[in-house]
């Protein structure tokens, strides 16, 4: 079971259970994923959130809800592997892209989180993945107030930030991710596609996907132990240090 705090995230959480419960018994995809199709634009878009090259040969796009617990696990796993991966040459050949989907019926600040991740976005893709976990947070670290301490935290331009995170632009964007989740027919967050594929696995079984896929080509990598990677997740007190040299910078 994740840690999370179930009595208060049960009536939250509900949705993405049952969407659990949904892939378990209706899923119908081919797995493993085996082979890698060019995929159509609108799961890479030129204007997403990417990490990674653009011209990956694996692509692997996830609609997330900031607030819901199923996606910070699918998150952890992803970002392990992702540090796992850095200095091999598989890096190279995966490209990892974020769209939104955040479950406002019952995730109430999974908007405005949204909302903040593009705002940081706006202001370069490296600020999106660096304010980008810390925002993978239960709704009592999603306030207006912890969202500006984060976006301190990531050495974001506070003034346009504030700004845009409240602007049509930022709402635009975060509402065409919506519009495709919909007319893709996502039941709930995470929402994963490998080459345009919908998976319906475990984070674990996702990671193991990928692997293939990406040894396919380099086959035979050896890791060591030090590549174990640590969860992104950032405690209050390094996100105090953070502010801090911040704050002290010339």
């Keep these: ?14 949705l993405c259970a049952l969407w659990l ?21 609108h799961f890479s878009p030129e204007n997403a959130p ?13 609609f997330a809800d900031f607030e819901c617990p199923y996606t910070h696990a699918f998150w952890r ?5 992702l540090k796992e991966i850095a200095p091999l040459p598989a890096a190279e050949r995966l490209s990892v892209y974020l769209r939104h989907y955040p479950l406002t019926a019952h995730h109430p600040r999974a908007l405005p989180a949204a909302h903040a991740a593009q705002a940081a976005y706006r202001q370069g893709n ?5 304010m980008m976990p810390f925002l993978m947070a239960p709704a009592e670290r999603l306030r207006d107030e912890d969202i500006l301490y984060y976006a301190e935290a990531t050495r974001l331009d506070i003034a346009r930030f ?10 635009a964007s975060v ?15 995470p929402a994963v596609y490998i080459c345009g594929q919908y ?5 674990k079984e996702i990671i193991g996907n990928l692997r293939y896929l990406l040894d396919k080509e380099s086959p035979a990598i050896a890791l060591s132990p030090g590549h174990a990677a640590r969860s992104p997740m950032v405690s209050r007190s390094a996100l105090d240090d953070i502010v801090t040299q911040t704050r002290n910078a010339p």
């Excluded at 892939?23 to 890698?36: M, Q, R, V, Y």
């Excluded at 504030?162 to 709402?171: G, I, L, M, P, Q």
């Excluded at 998976?199 to 984070?203: C, K, N, S, V």
Aim: proline share 11%; hydrophobic share 40%; net charge negative.
């Design 175 to 189: 509402a065409r991710d919506q519009a495709l989740g919909r007319e893709l027919g996502i039941p709930g967050t």
């Design 50 to 62: 990417r990490y990674g090259p653009a011209d990956a040969a694996v692509s692997l796009t996830f």
């Design 21 to 41: 419960a949904a892939l378990a018994t209706a899923c119908t995809e081919p797995w493993p994923i085996t082979s890698c199709p060019p995929v159509s634009d």
């Design 77 to 81: 796993e992803l970002s392990r592997y």
């Design 1 to 14: 079971m994740p840690r999370f705090a179930p009595r208060r995230l049960l009536p939250n959480t509900l």
């Design 126 to 130: 490296e600020y999106f993945w660096t």
């Design 162 to 171: 504030s700004a845009e995170w409240r602007d049509e632009e930022t709402a």
């Design 199 to 203: 998976t319906a696995a475990t984070p």
